[in-house]
Nanobody, 124 residues
Framework: QGQLVESGGDAVQAGGSLTLSCVAS?????MAWFRQAPGDEREGVAA???????LYTDSVKGRFTVSLDSAKSTMYLQMNNLKPEDSAMYYC?????????????????????WGQGTQVTVSS
């Protein structure tokens, strides 16, 4: 279903900011960011549809912003006021089908393509 390549992960101090990027090899109708910390389940963080409708998990609302550059087939995640609990491997996910998946867009089952991940580490 196409390749996804994430970048932008880094080590920062609490309160800092990072912007993650995900470049898709082909246009996708829905894209999302997930994260997974060691020992934890993968968690949906933010999602965006082709109509630019967005969805965020509660813990990042007001701090993270997901956006899409259609011309570049690139999704971004602007992360502000980072907290140690935001530390995780962040994954880009994409869904090619234009149909609603019948689940929350923060559910991993909606997506068929995944990137390799980019590490975000936030120190206190």
């Amino acid at each position: 279903q196409g390749q996804l390549v994430e970048s932008g992960g880094d080590a920062v101090q609490a309160g800092g900011s990072l912007t993650l990027s995900c470049v898709a090899s082909a246009w996708k109708n829905y894209m999302a960011w997930f994260r997974q910390a060691p020992g934890d389940e993968r968690e949906g963080v933010a999602a965006i549809g082709r109509n630019t409708r967005t969805l965020y998990t509660d813990s990042v609302k007001g701090r993270f912003t997901v956006s899409l550059d259609s011309a570049k087939s690139t999704m971004y995640l602007q992360m502000n006021n980072l907290k140690p609990e935001d530390s995780a491997m962040y994954y880009c996910a994409a869904r090619m089908s234009p149909r609603e998946c019948g689940r929350s867009l923060l559910d991993a089952e909606c997506y068929g393509s995944w990137g390799q991940g980019t590490q975000v580490t936030v120190s206190s």
